[in-house]
């Protein structure tokens, strides 16, 4: 309990105190009760719904007339002017009770995303040049400083393990409990706790780039992107609020007229009664949080929401678009053979390896990986970037480099077809690198992907949620992606696609008017992810792509994470949708009941505070995510 809700709670007992002293001297038969018990009365309004009155004066200033804080000031004001001070009272403490438990779920709903928040670290211990250690501020540390991090220890800045091993919290990051290990020459990123050891580490991400600070950043954003839900219950309360206070003002002056012998007295009663039924609180309040506390719970099992428009979005969900490397599959991929034309392997396999040095994709990365075993068995020097030049990536074909000065392509069949290369097409399965140099075919090498192990669960578990069509994009050859495509039980696959192919494929989708989605890596999906309605990067930890490029972030690795945030965006908008209804039903029925008077101010109070509390404890259902 903060501060605010501290003081709060003060004001609501002394209110509450003066209110029943007040009540038990006005039922006394002593010649001062009555001017005592008004007293006590009028004090104890003043406590409760001072706030509340100059509020609704500091909003009417500013020309913000027609709120909840307006409703109760007329409407509690107007009770004193005719007398019903208990009811006055009562109201106003009510009011103020349910907007101190609104106070509390907010804040137990923020309680998931403020975990996140200790992710930030407040200092970095800066190993300087003569060996000593610094304590300094995070944003002071640049890209390849030493520093320390002690057991205990938030990791304050991206970098990689120079020496020592630890066991790393990351579930502020991921929503994985299990601890990761990590020693020398690990990625580490900022965040994760260290829970034993001493690290030292060189920082390659400067704070205002590192991971802690790109995800801080999203979920401090995310409150600001509404649904559409939340957007319509805005509008819904500032036209339905000034139109019924206009209808108190003609219950309250009309029927006096039109019904004789019945006293304004009366009528003003039910008009004042009528506004309290008629406060809005329970839609401006219960409502968003729905959604805050679905999007503060995806955080907790590492599926970070940029806003409550995605939450809507995700609910709705019919066609999913997967990318396949590194998506579907691991993204780990092996040179399983190689196929020499009039070379050695081991020549196809360096001129291969070396066009490839500086290309970070996962294939090129094989074929590295099994060249680094040959020069290690060799004993070859390793040092090559001076034997290479003019550099060209060729999108959806491969790449153009010079080696000693001969001109090298390695890539697929269209980059050969392209150059005009006479070459052998492989007929094996797999991911397939044809190799050329200065115009002439050196071989083909054969490279396998695997599956996900928990990619053919999370997608048959994705129809169990009402997702009618799944679709693969690649830009493997045909025979890989059908392979794939059928021991996943996926409806469609498109292969040998081209980065702005996939945008064409999410187009023609598109037109079916239904929510379509895509999961990719984030490394070269930037294109899809921002075409699709709702894009989805996996592996966020540690990509900033993925990150700034997609809705919705998987933190870690696992594709059921997906069906996760899927429930709980289904829950969320489920409880939205009953705090509407239940609201809207029981105001309606009051607001009919105050009018022909068989309704008082009492019954008010639960129409108004009671509905709203009611409405809160359901939307905080929806911080459980332990069945999810």
């Known amino acids: 309990m903060n501060d605010k809700q501290k003081k709060m709670l003060r004001k609501i007992i002394m209110g509450a105190s003066l209110y029943i002293i007040a009540v038990i001297v006005s039922k006394l038969n002593f010649s001062m009760s009555n001017i005592i018990s008004f007293g006590l009365f009028i004090a104890a309004y003043i406590i409760v719904g001072k706030d509340v009155l100059l509020k609704a004066f500091s909003n009417i200033k500013r020309g913000k007339v027609f709120d909840e804080n307006f409703l109760m000031t007329i409407a509690t004001v107007g009770a004193i002017i005719i007398g019903e001070y208990p009811e006055a009272v009562g109201v106003m403490l009510f009011y103020m009770v349910g907007e101190f438990l609104q106070s509390l ?46 057991a205990g220890e938030i990791i304050p800045l991206d970098g990689i393990v120079v020496s020592g091993k630890a066991m790393l919290d990351t579930s502020a990051l991921t929503g994985e409990s299990v601890p990761r290990s990590v020693n020398e020459g690990a990625n580490v990123y900022s965040g994760s706790i260290n829970k034993d050891g001493l690290l030292k580490l060189e920082v390659t991400k400067e704070f205002s780039d590192s991971t802690a600070s790109k995800i801080l950043d999203l979920v401090e954003n995310a409150a600001a992107k509404k649904s559409k839900t939340e957007n319509f219950i805005s509008k819904f309360a500032g036209i339905y609020t000034p139109i019924v206070v206009f209808a108190a003002i003609a219950l309250a002056v009309i029927p006096p007229f039109v019904f004789p012998g019945t006293g304004f007295a009366t009528w003003i009663y039910r008009a004042l009664t009528f506004l309290v039924v008629s406060c809005p609180c329970a839609f401006v309040i219960a409502i968003p949080l729905s959604f805050f506390s679905g999007i503060g719970a995806s955080s907790k099992i590492g599926v970070l929401i940029k806003g409550s428009n995605y939450l809507e979005l995700l609910a709705g969900v019919k066609t999913f678009m997967f990318d396949k490397t590194g998506t579907l599959t691991k993204g780990v991929f092996e040179v399983v053979s190689l196929h020499p034309n009039n070379v050695s392997e081991e020549e196809l396999l360096r001129k291969a390896a070396m066009a490839e040095e500086y290309s970070s994709h996962p294939i090129a990365i094989s074929v590295k990986k099994a060249y680094e075993e040959l020069k290690t068995e060799s004993g070859e020097n390793t040092n090559i970037s001076d034997r290479l030049s003019d550099l060209k990536e060729i999108a959806g074909h491969g790449i153009s480099i010079k080696v000693d000065g ?19 097409k492989s007929e094996e399965f797999g991911s397939i690198v044809y190799v050329a140099e200065e115009g002439k075919f050196l071989g083909s090498i054969v490279i396998n992907d695997r599956i996900k192990e928990d990619a053919g669960e999370s997608l048959i578990a994705l129809k169990s949620v009402g997702v009618e069509k799944s679709v693969m994009l690649t830009g493997d050859i045909k025979e890989v992606a059908d392979v794939v495509a059928k021991e996943l039980g996926i409806d469609y696959a498109y292969s040998e696609l081209l980065p702005q192919d996939k945008v064409e494929k999410v187009e023609e989708v598109l037109v079916e008017n239904k929510v379509l989605a895509f999961v990719g890596d984030g490394l070269n999906d930037a294109p899809v992810l921002a075409r699709a309605d709702i894009g989805i990067a996996m592996g966020g930890i540690g990509s900033d792509a993925a990150i700034e490029a997609a809705d919705v972030v998987i933190m870690d690795d696992n594709l059921y994470n997906i069906v996760r945030g899927i429930k709980l965006a289904k829950r969320t908008m489920s409880i939205a949708k009953q705090n509407i209804i239940f609201a809207l039903g029981v105001k309606l029925i009051f607001l009919l009941l105050a009018a022909i008077g068989f309704g008082t101010m009492w019954e008010a109070v639960f129409a108004d505070v009671g509905v709203t509390v009611l409405c809160i404890i359901n939307a905080m259902r929806n911080l459980q995510t332990k069945n999810i």
């Open 105 to 150: 779920a907010v804040n137990k709903s923020r309680k998931s995303i403020s975990d996140m928040m200790n992710i930030r670290p407040d200092y970095a211990n800066l190993v300087k040049e003569d060996g000593s250690v610094e304590t300094v501020d995070p944003y002071d540390v640049e890209v390849g400083n030493i520093i320390l991090v002690k």
């Open 406 to 424: 001969k001109e090298v392509l390695v890539g697929n069949d269209k980059l050969m077809s392209s150059n005009g290369i006479d070459f052998e």
